[in-house]
């Protein structure tokens, strides 16, 4: 039987990587839908090779060259964010949710609230509203598998295991491209340099969280949410080589853990054939090959957005929301070569210490707060630490 898919952000590293699996197992699935921001060019290309039923891009400037690269097709070309929701309720079996930041917070919710199963890349929009995407999930008895490495690692090594004989569950970290350098060396570092990351090869926005670590942060958010063991019982450990992408020690001192290349194509793969496994093209693991596997504690000094994005989980409420927010438009920033590296924990940092806002209990007061804090956020770009 085949199963039919919706892939959100599918021009991204993750929705070409899913797209790669699909390519090589076309007969097990069928993609109905297809989205991008504005590059409709690239779209329309997957278009015309998956043959979708629906093609969206979110930046309705785009429509109209995508409308004209899918004439003669049976995709239909779409835009706007109404579009994306409609997309994301066609009720596709299993839905990939790989677009980057909060801006993937409606599809995400709206497919998950279609009950099916959904895949989630998308860290930003539960670290933003992981109460109402996990209380949607109850409610439709949607099924989410997380994509991300480490918690799809956490995911199989608890499958078979019971979640209240957890003793602690550690996430890896690779360290990103500047575990070593010094804050002085952070300071004078470039986009370009922030980008380039040692083990993986990602979109800007989470290369840079990985150079800063939020990524880390971020992730130890989206594991409180998915993993309900309590902040105390979740661990990171920095991991240079990034084999083992995640551990669960049980109550017994057992501990699992998953180990694999550093390629997303294997949890995606795992998230695409659940219950099932189906082959990849990925390297095999070759232990003798890489000789060790190192193991450091993570800098909080070096590395902030540890401790702010840890605070951020405990404190609940808005607070993630708002370092999500601040952090999105920083790494914006930074990319932009309008502020330094060092200065994206600390707008962040600024912004959390900023204003206490109510807690989101819908995504229309999600989203105004997030909006609030982008905009807080933007007036501390020139603020230095001191004079804050
Ligand atoms: P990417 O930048 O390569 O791709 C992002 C996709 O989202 C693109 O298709 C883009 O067109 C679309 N998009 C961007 N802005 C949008 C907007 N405002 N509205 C609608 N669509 C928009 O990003 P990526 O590296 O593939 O990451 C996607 C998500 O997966 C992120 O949340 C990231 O944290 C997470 N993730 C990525 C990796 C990885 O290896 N790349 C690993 C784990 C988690
Ligand atoms: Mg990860």
Redesign the pocket.
Known sequence: MTRTLSIF???????LSTLDLVRQHREQYRVVAL???G?AADLAKLAREFEPEMAVV?DEAAYPALKEALTGTATKAAAGPAA?IEAAQMGADWTMA????C??LPSTLAALEGGKTVAL????ALVSAGELMMAAVERSGATLLP???EHNAIFQCLAGGRIDQVRKITLTASGGPFRTFSLDQMRAVTPAQAVAHPN?D?????SVDSATMMNKGLELIEAHHLFPVGLDKLDIVVHPQSVIHSMVEYVDRSTLAQLGSPD?RIPIASALAWPERIETNSLPLDLAKIGRLDFEQPDLVRFPALRLARAAAEQGGATPAILNAANEVAVAAFLAGQVGFLDIARIVEQTLSGYVPNAPHSLDALFSIDAAARAYAETQMDILPDAA
């Open positions: 952000g599918a021009t991204g590293s993750v929705g989205t991008a921001n590059n979110a994306l790989a677009i980057v930041g801006a993937g890349a998308n860290k930003e994509v991300d490495s993986w990602m979109g800007a926005k989470i997303m």
